[in-house]
């Protein structure tokens, strides 16, 4: 608590949001990079790690059957979530710049200001 205090009076954000996106980063970046070995199809090791687990099969499988493998794996996460979780983060991000310009006016002049609302 005292963190997201000193993040929030100096500006920089609430803290428990940039906590969140931390985690979110990192369980992204925990799915590129994992280490650790999953039992795979007739007992053969697999990677959790996309990345990984990519290169693993290049050295020991066809370039085709590595590929699928790779792209549309069902034990653990695949290129198709990886891609998928990009293609909305991109979307969310330029849907972020939207706003439109709502026109105020008062009722005993005709003067109006134009204000700027963001749509997300």
């Given amino acids: 608590m005292l963190l997201d205090e000193v993040m929030d009076k100096h500006g920089l954000g609430h803290g428990i949001s940039v906590f969140i996106a931390i985690n979110i980063a990192e369980s992204i970046m925990w799915q590129i990079f994992s280490p650790i070995t999953i ?15 990519l290169v693993h099969k290049l050295f020991t499988e066809p370039f085709g059957a590595a590929m699928s493998d790779a792209f549309f794996r069902d034990r653990g996460e695949n290129i198709m979530n990886l891609l998928s979780t990009v293609f909305i983060i991109m979307i969310v991000l330029y849907l972020e710049g939207w706003y439109t310009s709502v026109s105020l006016t008062r009722k005993d002049s005709n003067d109006g200001i134009s204000h700027k609302i963001k749509i997300m």
């Fill in 39 to 53: 039992a795979g199809n007739d007992n053969e090791a697999s990677f959790e790690g996309i990345f990984i687990n």
